[in-house]
């Protein structure tokens, strides 16, 4: 199974993020861009990659304690930007501000350990809090500043899920495996 973690978005909010897609797209053309579908768009937490069933049962038993070392979150959607750089573009994405930060952190490294121990893969890279839009299959960007402005969004998301990854023809299709509340009440940590 091939495995990953991320905070979901509500399906009003993909669609919000899709229509904007759909006005740059025109842009972008020169890259030969391949577009997040709305209903794939969500920030990922950790990518595992490939585990058997029953690593992905210990998984879920591990995520559901790691759940509890973060509360709800507020994430604030951001400018556009290109990864790893603008002289060689591979990623078209929309920036996010997340807090509470210094929690976020703490499950993030949990789920890094989590994957060590499970001997998935694993990520030494600081995280990036980052919304994938566009693969760029050419390293092409337009001057972003020059393109009309991303829609500044504030969600409130209080889960995280683990999600499979199911490459097809047509892309990567996610399915929901299950649902980790975060933790609501905060005072103990």
Not at 15 to 35: K, L, V
Not at 45 to 64: C, R, T
Not at 142 to 151: A, G, I, R, V, W
């Amino acid at each position: 199974m091939r495995l990953f973690v991320a905070l979901p978005f509500p399906a009003a909010v993909q669609n919000q993020i899709g229509t904007y897609c759909g006005s740059i797209e025109t842009a972008f053309r020169p890259a030969r861009p391949s577009w997040v579908p709305p209903q794939n768009l969500h920030l990922t937490l950790h990518f595992f990659g490939e585990l058997e069933v029953e690593k992905a049962k210990e998984l879920e038993n591990l995520l559901s304690d790691a759940a509890n070392l973060c509360p709800p979150l507020r994430i604030t959607t951001e400018g556009l930007s290109v990864l790893p750089a603008m002289n060689r573009p591979r990623v078209l994405y929309l920036a996010a501000r997340i807090e509470p930060s210094e929690p976020l952190t703490i499950l993030i490294d949990r789920i890094r350990e989590i994957a060590a121990q499970l001997g998935a893969q694993t990520d030494a890279r600081p995280w990036k809090a980052h919304l994938t839009l566009a693969r760029l299959k050419l390293p092409y960007a337009p001057n972003l500043s020059s393109l009309p402005k991303p829609p500044m969004l504030s969600l409130y998301i209080d889960s995280f899920e683990l999600l499979q990854s199911t490459l097809s023809p047509v892309g990567a299709i996610y399915s929901k495996i299950r649902r980790f509340a975060l933790y609501t009440d905060t005072s103990t940590l």
